[in-house]
């Protein structure tokens, strides 16, 4: 509706999205959310930002947009094994646009249900479109950080990494429509924030991290703050049959290296904690892999050999 205000838009598709949580004293409506403090005695806070062209395609459907952006904000909260609670939403529109917001809301509201979140307030500017998303959450045991991997643990990953990449693929070669790559695309739109994995790994994984530039680069991230070496076998990194026959083994196998947008967690954990780690995995009923080892040194490794700089995942700044 032409004329309706960023007043109006808030009151008709932004106002009481996601859970209906006991701790949230007052959500939207003034100028900040009143939120009870919760017993657990780790506070985790994170944000990410999903730009038009930069990290979905304008064509992209509002709904996907709206999940999307609340599930790569999970994620983190996913990496670090904690609770997800409460979210803040900015969103920048080129143009007044309802139906838009209608779609983006109800996305939005579907996973913040899905994950018991609370969406307490936000922010509506005008400008390219743009959506931020700050999430809080909770920890009761410590969390999983980055800067903990230890020589001689096993690197295990979730999921199938590269889809989302071959997706988004699809997706700008105007593949979407097409049945046999419905799974990538998938992939790409509904990440799936691993949240009871992260959790259920608390006590036992020594660090993690969530796959959003490409797995090189993550668990380079993983190395260099351990201050350790990560060597990948090449045998375990074989990307799904799905994903080869849309791209071919070369490009699948790129994409599964540093596609990035996977939303799946990378995590180190001790040799002796195999069949723990399966366990976990079994219970939170997401697929896990073990594919290299943590070593002494520093970098990325493939099967004992440095991985060069240039072409490890998505950089904002060197494309
Ligand atoms: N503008 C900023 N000011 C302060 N800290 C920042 C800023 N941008 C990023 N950081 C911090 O730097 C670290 C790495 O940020 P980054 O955005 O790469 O997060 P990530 O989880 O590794 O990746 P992704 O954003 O793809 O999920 C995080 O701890 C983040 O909070
Ligand atoms: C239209 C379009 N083109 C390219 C990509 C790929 N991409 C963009 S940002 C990013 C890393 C994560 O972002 P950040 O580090 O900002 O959290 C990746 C893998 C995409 N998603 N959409
Ligand atoms: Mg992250």
């Known amino acids: 509706m032409a004329g309706c205000s960023e007043f109006t838009l808030i009151g008709r598709y932004l106002t009481g999205l996601g859970a209906a949580r006991a701790d949230v004293t007052l959500g939207v409506g003034d100028d900040a959310a009143i939120l009870q403090s919760p017993a657990d005695p780790w506070l985790l806070s994170a944000l990410d930002t999903l730009i038009e062209d930069v990290h979905f395609p304008g064509d992209m459907p509002a709904e996907a947009v709206g999940y999307r952006a609340l599930a790569v904000n999970l994620s983190d909260i996913a990496a670090m094994g904690g609770q997800p609670r409460w979210a803040v939403v900015g969103l920048t529109l ?23 979140v609370a969406v307490v307030g936000g922010d509506v500017t005008r400008g390219p479109r743009a959506v931020s998303v700050q ?58 924030p ?30 260099s703050q351990s201050g350790v070496a990560i060597d990948l076998a090449r045998a375990a990194l074989r990307p799904s049959a799905r994903l080869q026959a849309f791209g071919g083994t070369a490009q699948a196998t790129a994409w599964l290296c540093s596609g990035g947008d996977d939303y799946a967690l990378c995590f180190t954990a001790p040799v002796t904690a195999r069949s723990t780690v399966a366990q976990a995995a079994q219970n939170a009923r997401t697929p896990v892999r073990r594919i290299g080892q943590v070593r002494h040194g520093h970098g990325v490794l493939l099967d004992g050999v440095a991985v060069g700089g240039a072409h490890t995942g998505y950089r ?3 494309r």
């Open 94 to 116: 080129p143009a007044m646009d309802e139906d838009w917001v209608a779609g983006f809301a109800r996305g939005l509201d579907a996973i913040a249900q899905t994950h018991e």
């Open 135 to 192: 999430i809080a959450g909770t920890s009761a045991l410590p969390p999983i950080r980055r800067d903990t991997a230890c020589a001689g643990d096993d690197v295990w990953v979730s999921g199938r990494l590269g889809e989302a990449a071959g997706g988004l693929a699809v997706w700008q070669a105007g593949q979407q429509g097409e049945p046999r790559w419905a799974g990538l695309v998938d992939a790409f739109l509904r990440p799936v």
């Open 194 to 223: 691993r949240l009871c994995l992260g959790q259920a790994l608390q006590g036992i994984a020594h660090a993690a991290i969530d796959v959003s530039d490409g797995l090189l680069a993550d668990a380079g991230h993983i190395a």
């Open 316 to 318: 904002h700044f060197e």
